[in-house]
């Protein structure tokens, strides 16, 4: 369980963000792998779309909040990550469908992506840090 000092309704959505590139790096990684593998169908990893909801749910959903310490933990309104076979794949004539070029540029822009919140996540830090050493 997270220290409450250091938790913040921004670090954690930073937090499950960075935990969603990483698992697409990882993916990406076995993909490529297994670009002479016959039959290896690509996977993607999906996490964007419940994390926006997460950070801006819509007016008809309702989220638990906590009012006390003493409540119990609500956990994390976001889910893991889900990994999934890429769909609407060109398959070649020994049935893998991996794309060294796509998963190449996917690569390139999820470190790009991940370096960004690495960043932010430092500076959001350094902002507690201040605070804390009223500096």
Same mark, same amino acid.
């Given at each position: 369980?997270?220290?409450?000092? *250091?938790? @913040?309704?921004? *670090? ?43 950070? +801006? ?8 909040? @906590? ?31 991996? +794309?060294? +070029? ?19 996540? @430092?500076?959001?830090?350094? @902002? ?8």
């Amino acid at each position: 369980m997270p220290d409450p000092i *250091l938790s @913040s309704r921004t *670090l954690d959505v930073l937090q499950n963000a960075m935990r969603g590139l990483s698992l697409r790096q990882q993916v990406i990684g076995q993909n490529m792998a297994n670009v002479d593998t016959p039959g290896y169908k690509a996977a993607t990893v999906s996490f964007e779309n419940e994390l926006k909801r997460a950070v +801006d749910p819509s007016p008809s959903e309702l989220r638990l909040v @906590s009012t006390d310490a003493a409540h119990m933990d609500l956990g994390s309104s976001i889910t893991d990550p889900q990994v999934a076979e890429r769909p609407n794949l060109t398959l070649r004539n020994d049935g893998n469908s991996v +794309d060294v +070029d796509k998963e190449m540029v996917d690569l390139a822009e999820t470190s790009l992506r991940f370096q960004s919140l690495a960043q932010l996540a @430092s500076k959001e830090l350094a @902002s507690l840090r201040a605070a804390i050493t009223e500096r």
